[in-house]
């Protein structure tokens, strides 16, 4: 065997691939060897299995089949050849490690389900009785039917069934046909209570596992999003339990932790950026997640600032391997959205009686960018992870503001407080009276908060406020002019009237409580081409002298030589007013000074680089 190397090459694209094992003849398996030149030999079949066998532990049929677009994605290299050597005998089967994922969410998360249909008011205009919608929000034809429990012949325990009929109280049936849904709806139906404490009940979730999304471009291709549905409840802790079931099992802290969490609020159907502001926009956003490995926070649709997070995540997506088995998304991008709100939610539940989520069977999500009014609305493809919020309701987006708020305070909070003390910043692109609430939630949280001005509604309300905090009158014109601007046919209906001030008054008080923290506010003139990343940097070290120690100044100082910005360190850390001790002041110098010598290298190299 002499020059034989002792690197096995992994081809993809071979049949005899041995993750996907092999024939019950003998395989040809192709080694390097020393002289440069190939060689073949022959395993036996024993061989082969015991290969077989330490490689299946390790590697999964997604990593082989992603291993197949390897061209395709950046940074991303053919199975590594740990692979198919000796395996751990202490690692965890891929079964195993999928059972403790199943059994964690079972035992600890949970869905609503409405299973009582009232036909809410004011539905004279439907055409067919399936299109009815319940109190809830759900058209009757997509409702899930009443469960029970009955016992069966097959098995001794008793099992989930669904009838349609138990749906439907009695004093409803006779107005509403079941087996002919594509009639013509009744004008009136008896006056019939429905309270959501009674209608809707919990369940064990139903809807996790794994979307491949289809219909559109996906980066990465076969590299399938996380996703879980749960209910936000305090008691257990939704929040904790989510961030404890991405850290155990979704394995988002690995390789890296990151060091920034960037949270996307705005505008939705129908805001978009154009030209130059899109590139200011992407770009600053690429370039803040690249240098401090963060992750981007939005809803998770197909649609509006959120589409444009993704299409930025698209752009600067890759993937690397690490500890030999495991690959990961260099940009991780969650989305939170309510689920009654996700279109084609259907396909992302689990409708056997084991449930077991959706893993080996992973959920084909059909995505587009046909966006419907007053419909739900298609995922985005680029996003990695999704948290799906529901509170019973269907068709409607709401539910989710105060899970996501407890979701980012958890995560910046200090480890010593239970968190996992990871810097937050909220950017507000555009956006309806939700974006200003959530401006609003972020500073009394204490997460900075950085405005993109020239963008409209809810960000240039703000601005405007934040510069000018006395002309309140203004303010007011400028909430009624984006939010409640009265139709022609409501001018001269007083309720209408008084229903619009109470929303305005609603709004500047929102308003004023925001302005009220200017010290956590950043303003970002999108249309002035101004580098978003430094803006993000810029609030991050922001803070008056003698609020922060020595210690937390030297952490931002290095975070500024990490972006690139000594400027930066020297405008808003290396005040005059900031005193510092001798030993802390002679290490800054000497980072300083190995910063600018770096620099002048980098510089150096260019220039020979271009004069040759």
Same mark, same amino acid.
């Given at each position: 065997?002499?020059?034989?190397?002792?690197?096995?090459?992994?081809?993809?694209?071979?049949?005899?691939?041995?993750?996907?094992?092999?024939?019950? =003849?003998?395989?040809?398996?192709?080694?390097?060897?020393?002289?440069?030149?190939?060689?073949?030999?022959?395993?036996?079949?024993?061989?082969?299995?015991?290969?077989?066998?330490?490689?299946?532990?390790?590697?999964?049929?997604?990593?082989?089949?992603?291993? /197949?677009?390897? *061209?395709?994605?950046?940074?991303?290299?053919? =199975?590594?050849?740990?692979?198919? &050597?000796?395996? /751990?005998?202490?690692?965890?089967?891929?079964e195993q490690l999928k059972q403790e994922h199943i059994t964690f969410i079972k035992q600890n998360f949970r869905q609503l389900e409405c299973q009582r249909f009232v036909p809410a008011p004011n539905q004279q205009k439907i055409e067919e009785t399936g299109a009815l919608k319940c109190h809830c929000g759900e058209v009757i034809k997509n409702h899930i039917p009443y469960e029970f429990h009955e016992s069966t012949q097959q098995r001794k325990r008793k099992v989930p069934a669904y009838?349609?009929?138990?749906?439907?109280?009695?004093?409803?049936?006779?107005?509403?046909?079941? /087996?002919?849904?594509?009639?013509?709806?009744?004008?009136?139906?008896?006056?019939l209570e429905w309270k959501a404490d009674q209608a809707i009940k919990v369940k064990t979730t139903t809807s996790f596992g794994k979307i491949k999304f289809t219909g559109m471009e996906q980066v990465g291709g076969m590299k399938p999003a996380k996703y879980l549905r749960l209910t936000d409840e305090e008691n257990p802790d939704s929040v904790s339990l989510a961030i404890q079931l991405m850290k155990d099992h979704w394995r988002i802290m690995e390789p890296n932790t990151p060091s920034?969490?960037?949270?996307?609020?705005?505008?939705?159907?129908?805001?978009?950026?154009?030209?130059?502001?899109?590139?200011?926009?992407?770009?600053?956003?690429?370039?803040?997640?690249?240098?401090?490995?963060?992750?981007?926070?939005?809803?998770?649709?197909?649609?509006?600032?959120?589409?444009?997070?993704?299409?930025?995540?698209?752009?600067?997506?890759?993937?690397?391997?690490?500890?030999?088995?495991?690959?990961?998304?260099?940009?991780?991008?969650?989305?939170?959205?309510?689920?009654?709100?996700?279109?084609?939610?259907?396909?992302?539940?689990?409708?056997?009686?084991?449930?077991?989520?959706?893993?080996?069977?992973?959920?084909?999500?059909?995505?587009? /960018?046909?966006?419907?009014?007053?419909?739900?609305?298609?995922?985005?493809?680029?996003?990695?992870?999704?948290?799906?919020?529901?509170?019973?309701?269907?068709?409607?987006?709401?539910? =989710?503001?105060?899970?996501?708020?407890?979701?980012? *305070?958890?995560?910046?909070?200090?480890?010593?407080?239970?968190?996992?003390?990871?810097?937050?910043?909220?950017?507000?692109?555009?956006?309806?009276?939700?974006?200003?609430?959530?401006?609003?939630?972020?500073?009394?949280?204490?997460?900075?908060?950085?405005?993109?001005?020239?963008?409209?509604?809810?960000?240039?309300?703000?601005?405007?406020?934040?510069?000018?905090?006395?002309?309140?009158?203004?303010?007011?014109?400028?909430?009624?002019?984006?939010?409640?601007?009265?139709?022609?046919?409501?001018?001269?209906?007083?309720?209408?009237?008084?229903?619009?001030?109470?929303?305005?008054?609603?709004?500047?008080?929102?308003?004023?409580?925001?302005?009220?923290?200017?010290?956590?506010?950043?303003?970002?003139?999108?249309?002035?081409?101004?580098?978003?990343?430094?803006?993000?940097?810029?609030?991050?070290?922001?803070?008056?002298?003698?609020?922060?120690?020595?210690?937390?100044?030297?952490?931002?100082?290095?975070?500024?030589?990490?972006?690139?910005?000594?400027?930066?360190?020297?405008?808003?850390?290396?005040?005059?007013?900031?005193?510092?001790?001798?030993?802390?002041?002679?290490?800054?110098?000497?980072? &300083?000074?190995?910063?600018?010598?770096?620099? *002048?290298?980098?510089?150096?190299?260019?220039?020979?680089?271009?004069?040759?």
């Open positions: 065997m002499a020059g034989i190397g002792n690197r096995l090459k992994i081809h993809p694209s071979d049949k005899n691939l041995l993750a996907f094992g092999g024939h019950d =003849v003998s395989t040809q398996l192709q080694f390097d060897t020393g002289g440069g030149t190939n060689s073949r030999m022959m395993i036996k079949r024993d061989e082969l299995d015991d290969k077989r066998a330490k490689t299946q532990k390790r590697l999964t049929l997604e990593d082989v089949r992603f291993s /197949n677009t390897r *061209k395709k994605v950046p940074l991303l290299e053919r =199975v590594p050849q740990s692979k198919m &050597m000796a395996s /751990n005998e202490d690692d965890k089967s891929f009838r349609y009929e138990y749906l439907i109280q009695s004093d409803l049936k006779p107005f509403i046909d079941l /087996n002919n849904l594509g009639s013509k709806p009744s004008e009136k139906f008896p006056p920034l969490i960037i949270s996307v609020v705005g505008g939705a159907k129908n805001f978009k950026l154009n030209g130059k502001m899109r590139e200011t926009f992407q770009s600053g956003l690429i370039k803040a997640s690249q240098t401090t490995n963060a992750w981007l926070i939005t809803s998770g649709f197909n649609m509006g600032v959120m589409k444009e997070v993704g299409l930025a995540v698209r752009e600067g997506q890759s993937f690397e391997w690490y500890k030999d088995d495991r690959f990961a998304h260099g940009l991780r991008c969650i989305g939170i959205a309510p689920w009654g709100y996700v279109k084609n939610r259907n396909c992302l539940t689990d409708h056997t009686i084991t449930v077991e989520g959706k893993f080996d069977k992973i959920a084909e999500y059909l995505t587009s /960018n046909v966006i419907e009014h007053a419909k739900p609305v298609p995922l985005n493809s680029d996003h990695t992870h999704f948290i799906f919020v529901d509170d019973g309701y269907r068709n409607l987006y709401r539910g =989710v503001a105060k899970f996501r708020a407890r979701f980012e *305070k958890k995560l910046s909070d200090p480890k010593g407080k239970g968190g996992e003390g990871i810097t937050v910043v909220l950017i507000v692109v555009e956006g309806g009276r939700d974006a200003i609430e959530d401006a609003k939630t972020s500073l009394e949280h204490n997460i900075p908060v950085i405005l993109c001005e020239g963008t409209g509604r809810a960000a240039d309300i703000l601005v405007y406020a934040y510069t000018n905090p006395e002309r309140g009158t203004t303010i007011r014109r400028l909430i009624k002019k984006a939010y409640f601007e009265l139709k022609p046919a409501d001018k001269d209906d007083p309720k209408a009237k008084q229903k619009a001030e109470e929303g305005i008054n609603n709004v500047f008080d929102s308003v004023k409580s925001c302005i009220a923290k200017k010290d956590m506010i950043s303003i970002f003139h999108i249309n002035k081409h101004e580098e978003l990343d430094s803006e993000i940097l810029k609030i991050l070290l922001k803070a008056k002298a003698g609020e922060v120690t020595e210690k937390q100044r030297l952490e931002r100082l290095k975070l500024a030589l990490k972006w690139n910005r000594a400027d930066i360190a020297q405008e808003e850390i290396l005040k005059e007013d900031a005193l510092w001790s001798r030993g802390l002041l002679y290490m800054i110098v000497k980072k &300083m000074n190995e910063f600018f010598k770096k620099n *002048k290298n980098q510089s150096n190299k260019r220039t020979n680089s271009s004069a040759k």
